[in-house]
């Protein structure tokens, strides 16, 4: 009978270290103390080296995959021959002992070192744990050595999902494409970029022939939010801060709250990555239960306050989902709608693995220019910016940063946020005159979700008189029922609720 595999090989390797280097030392280290390869589980290595060919391309020798640890995660382990210098380059003292030490066991071979190349050090170190079986992790590594993490071998983001399965590619921005339409499905406000944000991007027009330097807007976003620099990432719009997640940082079991926006899971899912969903219901209102996620989560996606629904979660029960070994990711893309941002972890630095992303799309009319930012520890942003190509932002995206974070601008979206709470307040008010509607209330973002019988044929009477609503039934969690309504000024929202009374009398009756 076939003894089950239980040995786990923790390996360190330098940038470019190639394959043949790092399977030779494998297979020699395992001989060596008389193991047979065979009973090899996995290869294990710190997150920031799990995509590395050498690695990867040795585990597809061996025929085991690549699991990937945080550097934070392996900083505590202890291990019997720690190095400064490895801890300084990587986190960790050895990553080869704590990687392969890291989820218990027996340690069999402390750490080894293949043969150095012209004098120099050596370039890839491994070390040997036997785990016992009922300690042997049943979780989903992140990189499998029979199919290297490569860009080919990405796979769209709803293949494998079931026809029935909302489509996460589709956005509010296909209901007003090449139509004349009165658009209350975009979440971007009216009148915007206003004219001295236009000013600003034309002046930077005639730099372009130099290659972008986001070095002075990375600044002003950091001191915007009193931050060191080292914890921003400016991205080409929070849709690359998705991708740049789900392919940069280790995952094993991500989980998405929904309804909310779909990007992030079509990103992970586009990742190669089984992607869990946590579903809150209409009848508690959206509000999210900490309890519903599940304990072995490693990374949780949710959207603060959130789209669609408008609900806005406090700061103290985000708190909650936050624990050692897990990345939890606030969407924060409409919180500078919320007078005051309350409820806002964007400048916390104590809360463990958070990342949160912003976007300056809606609030400043920037949808064409494409640009964000990312808020996190420097490990994680680290991770995130070696994922990102050369220059991944323009030049007249970053003069748009850096204006977006001066006093003026900052008190310009303060007030454009308490104008959107009065907006708000006066469209909620004249759908409460219609009693087929159920509206998801309180309502805290640019934008309000409500439920209503034959949503499908109201959609599309509103279009036919002038109107674009933003269909719920792509959003998980949702159905045909539900709409999503922009919230703009009180003249075209009058507008607006005599084209739905319109269009709640034109139907036709049931039988």
């Known amino acids: 009978m076939n003894r089950p595999a239980s040995l786990v090989v923790g390996v360190g390797a330098r940038k470019g270290a190639p ?41 597809a020798g061996l025929g085991v995959p690549v699991r990937a640890h945080r550097a934070q995660e392996l900083a505590r382990v202890r291990v019997p021959h720690p190095s400064g210098a490895v801890r300084d380059a990587t986190g960790t003292a050895s990553v080869a002992e704590a990687a392969a030490l890291t989820g ?79 658009d209350l499905a975009v979440n971007v406000r009216t009148g915007t970029p206003p004219g001295w944000l236009r000013e600003r991007i034309a002046q930077s027009l005639g730099s372009l022939a130099a290659y972008p330097d986001g070095r002075p807007a990375r600044a002003a976003v950091a001191a915007r939010h009193g931050l060191p620099v080292e914890r921003v990432l400016l991205t080409a719009g929070a849709a690359e801060a998705f991708v740049l997640i789900a392919r940069a940082l280790p995952a094993r079991r991500p989980v998405v709250v929904h309804p909310q926006f779909t990007e992030p899971e079509a990103a992970l899912r586009a990742a190669g990555h089984e992607v869990g969903r946590v579903l809150l219901r209409p009848e508690d209102g959206f509000v999210l239960d900490p309890a519903a996620v599940p304990d072995d989560a490693d990374l949780v996606v949710i959207g603060n306050p959130t789209n669609p629904t408008s609900v806005l979660h406090p700061a103290g ?154 269909r719920g039934d792509t959003f998980p969690g949702l159905g045909p029922e539900w709409l999503r309504l922009a919230v703009r000024d009180r003249a075209t929202t009058n507008r607006f609720l005599q084209a739905f009374d319109q269009a709640l009398q034109a139907l036709p009756r049931r039988p």
């Open 19 to 59: 394959a043949d280097e790092v399977l030779e030392l494998v297979l020699r280290t395992l001989r060596a103390a008389g193991l047979d390869p065979a009973e090899l589980a996995e290869l294990a290595t710190v997150d920031s080296k799990a995509d590395e060919p050498g690695i990867v391309g040795a585990a």
């Open 104 to 182: 218990g066991g027996e340690l069999l071979v402390a750490k080894r070192k293949s043969a150095p190349v012209g004098g120099g050090s050596s370039a890839v170190t491994c070390a040997v744990v036997r785990r016992f079986v009922a300690e042997s992790m049943s979780a989903a590594p992140v990189t499998y050595g029979s199919r290297p993490f490569t860009m080919a071998a990405m796979k769209p983001p709803t293949q494998d999902l079931d026809a029935t399965v909302p489509d996460l590619r589709h956005h509010g921005d296909a209901e007003v494409r090449g139509h004349d339409l009165t």
């Open 317 to 470: 029960v985000l708190e909650k989902l936050a624990r050692p070994g897990r990345t939890l990711v606030v969407d924060e893309a409409f919180m500078d709608a919320v007078p005051g941002e309350r409820e806002a972890l964007c400048g916390r630095t104590d809360v463990p693995g958070l990342v949160v992303l912003r976007s300056l799309t809606k609030t400043w009319g920037l949808a064409g220019l494409r640009i964000g930012y990312v808020l996190a520890e420097p490990a994680t942003i680290a991770l995130l910016q070696e994922a990102q190509p050369l220059w991944p932002v323009s030049s007249p995206a970053l003069a748009a940063a850096e204006a977006c974070m001066e006093p003026r601008a900052l008190a310009e979206a303060a007030a454009a946020a308490d104008r959107v709470t009065v907006d708000r307040a006066h469209l909620l008010a004249g759908l409460a005159e219609f009693a087929e509607i159920r509206v998801v209330e309180p309502a805290r973002g640019p934008f309000i979700l409500l439920r209503v019988e034959r949503a499908v044929e109201i959609r599309e009477r509103l279009r036919c008189l002038g109107f674009a609503a933003r």
